[in-house]
T-cell receptor, first 113, second 117 residues
Framework: DAMVIQNPRYQVTQFGKPVTLSCSQTLNHNVMYWYQQKSSQAPKLLFHYYDKDFNNEADTPDNFQSRRPNTSFCFLDIRSPGLGDAAMYLC????????????FGQGTRLTVV | GNSVTQMEGPVTLSEEAFLTINCTYTATGYPSLFWYVQYPGEGLQLLLK?????DKGSNKGFEATYRKETTSFHLEKGSVQVSDSAVYFC????????????????FGAGTRLAVHP
């Protein structure tokens, strides 16, 4: 009964070659988030959507973009991956009403070669 | 700004030992507090939460009490198992710190726990 599903679990891409990571949810939550987690570090919020309203964190590089075509799906696009973008990318959702918890997917581990 | 500070790891314990992982926070407003657990190669799973002062969150033998006077949310377990080996993240969300009422989580750096037989 997976609720937040990320595909693929592992992604290898070439330096500079655009890559897209996907996330889907069955919870019908309003808010979807993308976090970047580098080895042995805390997850860092890149951006989030409230419905179709996109909110970028101030320090998220322009190289990272996102799309949310409908409630269930959200995509993370990395336009020109560098070696420093190798990380675990975590998608999460929340209802967005009050202080509710976030539900995370299993993550996509991105390797840049 | 809002922040979370956790004790550095790794924490290494024998099975059935008592566990404490310290967490303190700085926040404006009235945050909710969370503990998330991350097993190797996996995403984060919510372990427990507390939404107001003096609340105690508990799950799977773990517990943590929201202490506003000391701005702390320490994680405890009376008897750890090998299967508890993971990285534990303390986090807060503050509705006032995020735009439009979104739940923006701010994480601590994580504490790795290793339990050996």
């Amino acid at each position: 009964d997976a609720m937040v599903i990320q595909n693929p679990r592992y992604q290898v891409t070439q330096f500079g070659k655009p890559v897209t990571l996907s996330c889907s949810q069955t919870l019908n939550h309003n808010v979807m988030y993308w976090y970047q987690q580098k080895s042995s570090q805390a997850p860092k919020l890149l951006f989030h959507y409230y419905d179709k309203d996109f909110n970028n964190e101030a320090d998220t590089p322009d190289n990272f973009q996102s799309r949310r075509p409908n409630t269930s799906f959200c995509f993370l696009d990395i336009r020109s991956p560098g070696l420093g973008d190798a990380a675990m990318y975590l998608c999460a959702t929340s209802r967005g009403l009050g202080n509710t918890e976030a539900f995370f997917g299993q993550g996509t581990r991105l390797t840049v070669v | 700004g809002n922040s979370v500070t956790q004790m550095e790891g790794p924490v290494t314990l024998s099975e059935e030992a008592f566990l404490t992982i310290n967490c303190t926070y700085t926040a404006t407003g009235y945050p909710s507090l969370f503990w998330y657990v991350q097993y190797p190669g996996e995403g984060l799973q919510l372990l427990l939460k507390a939404t107001k002062a003096d609340d105690k969150g508990s799950n799977k033998g773990f517990e943590a009490t929201y202490r506003k006077e000391t701005t702390s949310f320490h994680l405890e377990k009376g008897s750890v198992q090998v299967s508890d080996s993971a990285v534990y993240f303390c986090a807060l969300s503050d509705i006032k710190a995020s735009s439009g009422g979104y739940n923006k989580l701010i994480f601590g750096a994580g504490t790795r726990l290793a339990v050996h037989p």
